[in-house]
Antibody, heavy 118, light 108 residues
């Protein structure tokens, strides 16, 4: 069965760091494009970072602070988050991206909650 | 950067048909996708591409598009369809993903 499972969320102080992990099963992470999508409490979805055929994308709100990477040996996607701010508080999902020209997200994890507060 | 615009809330009587729309320039270049999200759950892909349903999605869900607008239609809405629905597309630059703000569907 194809699955994604996030971990690594928790409480961080403003200016602090967290590293999110997204373990994949049923497929090889290095063979697919993947993305991190976050959802602030009571708000909508926002794609914060994407890795696609070696290229990476970051939303303006996280550029310079977040780094996306993947480890083939662990079949895992990561999101390194530094200099965290209160508005980074959200449920963070990882998702698999499909489609040649028209992208869509066919597999989602359940999310890991990040809370940034002093 | 481009953006996608959805109505915040829509309601439909049980068994009737409802259309949820999403407007954005990226739809002139790319097909969008639609996700259903129920409270406490991850989003679930319901429509992708021109009008494709993943395995397990009921055929009462369908997609369409015209110009800068993509639409999700539920024909014969059921109580279990009550949820938030998000549209999604590749940004017009082609480099990243964008989401609409979401539509809360109430089934009366």
């Amino acid at each position: 069965e194809v699955q994604l499972m996030e971990s690594g969320g928790g409480l961080a102080q403003p200016g602090g760091s967290l590293r999110l992990s997204c373990a994949a099963s049923g497929f090889i992470v290095s063979s697919f494009s993947l993305t991190w999508v976050r959802q602030a409490p009571g708000k909508g979805l926002e794609s914060v970072s994407l890795v696609n055929s070696g290229s990476t994308y970051y939303a303006d709100s996280v550029k310079g602070r977040f780094t996306i990477s993947r480890d083939s040996s662990k079949n895992t996607l990561f999101l390194e988050m530094n200099n965290l701010r209160p508005d980074d508080t959200a449920l963070y999902f990882c998702a698999r991206l499909r489609g040649g020209s028209d992208w869509f997200l066919d597999v989602w994890g359940r999310g890991t909650l990040v809370t940034v507060s002093s | 950067s481009s953006q996608l615009t959805q109505d915040p809330a829509v309601s439909v009587a049980l068994g009737q048909t409802v259309r949820i729309t999403c407007q954005g320039d990226s739809f002139r270049r790319y097909y969008g996708s639609w996700y259903q999200q129920k409270p406490g759950q991850a989003p679930l892909l319901v429509i992708y591409g021109k009008d494709n349903r993943p395995s397990g999605i009921p055929d009462r869900f369908s997609g369409s598009g015209s110009g800068d607008t993509a639409s999700l239609t539920i024909t014969g809405a059921q109580a279990e369809d009550e949820a938030d629905y998000y549209c999604n597309s590749r940004d017009i630059s082609g480099n990243h993903l964008i989401f609409g703000g979401g539509t809360k569907l109430t089934v009366l």
